[in-house]
């Protein structure tokens, strides 16, 4: 993603900085999504798996990028509280 669109984005709820989700981290929430155990903070089922993505600074939401463009709505944010096995800060 161009660093200069990901130095001005932000959660559209917290205006807290984003940044690219990490491997590990990406690995950890399609997993649960696999397992049929994720929705967003509407309470929308997420029923795909997400091939890019980004996450709050302070990791608490996180937002799908589809075809290199961010869906930076609120609704369609992943609040990462329910995943249990999303690894820890590095």
Not at 26 to 51: C, E, F, K, M, Y
């Amino acid at each position: 993603m161009d660093k200069r669109l990901l130095d001005i984005l932000c959660c559209p709820v917290s205006k807290t900085p984003v940044r690219p989700l990490g491997k590990h981290e990406l690995d950890a929430l399609n997993a649960a999504i696999s397992a049929g155990s994720v929705d967003t903070v509407a309470h929308a089922r997420v029923r795909q798996p997400i091939a890019e993505g980004l996450i709050t600074t302070d990791r608490k939401v996180i937002y799908r990028v589809d075809d290199g463009i961010p869906v930076m709505l609120p609704e369609e944010g992943i609040g990462t509280l329910q995943l249990t096995d999303f690894p820890a800060a590095s």
